[in-house]
């Protein structure tokens, strides 16, 4: 079973502009690949006899020519450029197979990270050692035991965080689930889930409730000057802001999910359609903030890991009277 522990790094000054730098050659190889991916199928297209791209030959060309045309690329770890061009061969993988859209540059500030394979660091009590850095300290030691897959370190606001894939069969850390029997759960946007129990969970709403807030750092950040520093000190405020709804919406999540898959053994629930959904704008922010794929999501792999099963559209077999309740 693979498990990902996310933990928040106390970085120097020093160590944070490594991250930067390593984040922002991860992004600048994703993007030069995603343009050459481009420039090569145009040409394939034209002449069958030239190759097509893959992220293989990809990453041998840009081996090749970065210390010539990147030199700036050998500061940071190697995984930062390669990882992200195996993660772009991903993307066309999902791609071509129908389960996403066409890859599309990365943005400078959006999503900023970089990822590392088992054998380019380690991690030692509260600590973990990235390559042409050093030891690095984290707020807390990793939570499982196991063998260490791989790490991806990410910014979210002004923090920066490591997110480390562990390998292990202990499922100690669990208990099994307590076999109440069987619950349907009806999702909702005045409640958040009604169970088939009889019992109403109301959502943090933390979007609705922080929405004022939100606006008034979005209308001063759009009043800097770009460019400023004023501006940066209004743009990290506002992503603080976010990160904060974020963190109350995971919360309530991860303690409702976790609640229901100690409690029952086999738990029903609607198989929404998510992305029809919130294409209606006057459901969009209110199924955004209650955060259903999220929810979803969590419900699956935390019945799995208790030994209990999620079963989708089971809820309109068990109790009839509650479903669309609260939608």
């Known amino acids: ?10 970085l120097n000054n020093v160590q ?50 970065k210390r010539e045309q990147f030199p700036w690329m050998l500061e940071v770890t190697k995984n930062a450029p390669q990882m992200a061009i195996i993660q772009l061969g991903e993307a066309f993988k999902n791609f071509f197979t129908g389960r996403t859209k066409y890859p599309k540059f990365r943005k400078k500030g959006a999503h900023d990270r970089f990822s590392l394979t088992n054998d380019q660091f380690s991690v030692k009590d509260s600590r973990i050692r990235i ?23 990410s910014r979210v606001a002004d923090k920066w965080l490591v997110s480390i894939t562990v390998e292990t069969l202990d499922d ?5 689930a307590e076999n109440q029997g069987v619950v349907g759960v009806d999702l909702g946007v005045s409640a958040l ?3 088939s129990t009889g019992e109403s969970v109301l959502g943090p709403k933390p979007h609705t409730a922080l929405l004022g ?3 008034r750092l979005s209308r001063s950040l759009s009043r800097k000057v770009k460019g400023s520093a004023n501006r940066q000190k209004a743009k990290v405020k506002l992503a603080r802001l976010h990160a904060k709804i ?31 959904m919130v294409k209606n704008r006057h459901l969009a922010r209110s199924v955004s903030d209650m955060g259903f ?7 699956e792999y935390k019945a799995v890991q208790r030994g209990g099963q999620d079963i989708a559209d089971a809820a309109l077999h068990l109790r009839p009277d509650h479903v669309g309740v609260h939608r």
């Open 1 to 10: 079973m693979l498990i990902a522990h996310k933990i928040t790094l106390d």
């Open 16 to 65: 944070a502009t490594y991250m930067a730098r390593a984040a922002g050659t991860a992004r600048f190889a994703y993007n030069w690949a995603l343009a050459e991916w481009k420039r090569q199928y145009e040409a394939w297209k034209l002449d069958a006899t030239l190759p097509k791209p893959s992220q293989m030959s990809l990453r041998r060309q840009l081996n090749a020519t």
């Open 131 to 153: 390559p042409n850095l050093g030891w690095v300290r984290m707020r807390e030691a990793l939570r499982f035991a196991g063998k260490v897959m791989s790490a991806t370190i």
């Open 172 to 176: 100690s850390h669990l208990p099994k």
């Open 193 to 195: 889930a009604t169970l």
């Open 213 to 215: 807030r939100l606006q």
């Open 246 to 276: 974020s963190n109350i919406r995971k919360d309530a999540l991860h303690k409702l999910t976790t609640d229901l898959t100690r409690r029952f053994h086999t738990i029903g629930i609607e198989n929404l359609n998510v992305k029809g």
């Open 293 to 299: 794929f999220e929810f979803r999501r969590q419900l």
